[in-house]
């Protein structure tokens, strides 16, 4: 069993920074590929960034690219989510999620990500 815990969000000015943290109580934390998704309200849950099992590969939506950067700690069993130049549009619950890394690749869709966080809310506003 897998459990995810986030933490990091807050409410910012439009182009501020916050830093976003998933960490995984579960000793086999190198098994997974660790993802962070968003939803904001009224709308469907997107994949925001995704990084592998071994750290190594990273994968980001493409209008997140430049502005996100995941990294992953394998001391600390934590994923990180970087987050600059915040948009109003960035507002949104994120959460992060699991999966195994010998079952699906980091660009799976949301339904294959087995664990979950229960998400850390990140507004954007003047």
């Known amino acids: 069993q897998l459990r995810l815990v986030e933490s990091g969000g807050g409410s910012v000015q439009p182009g501020g920074s916050l830093n976003l943290s998933c960490t995984a109580a579960e000793l086999t934390f190198d098994y997974y590929n660790i993802a962070w998704f968003r939803q904001a309200p009224g709308k469907e849950r997107e994949g925001v960034a995704c990084i592998n099992n071994r750290g190594d590969s990273e994968v980001y939506v493409d209008s997140m690219e430049g502005r996100f950067t995941i990294s992953r700690d394998f001391v600390e069993k934590t994923v990180r989510l970087q987050m600059i130049s915040l948009k109003p549009e960035d507002t949104a619950v994120y959460s992060c999620?699991?999966?195994?890394?010998?079952?699906?690749?980091?660009?799976?869709?949301?339904?294959?990500?087995?664990?979950w966080g229960q998400g850390t809310q990140v507004t954007v506003s003047s």
């Open positions: 999620a699991a999966v195994r890394s010998d079952l699906y690749g980091c660009a799976s869709t949301a339904p294959r990500y087995v664990y």
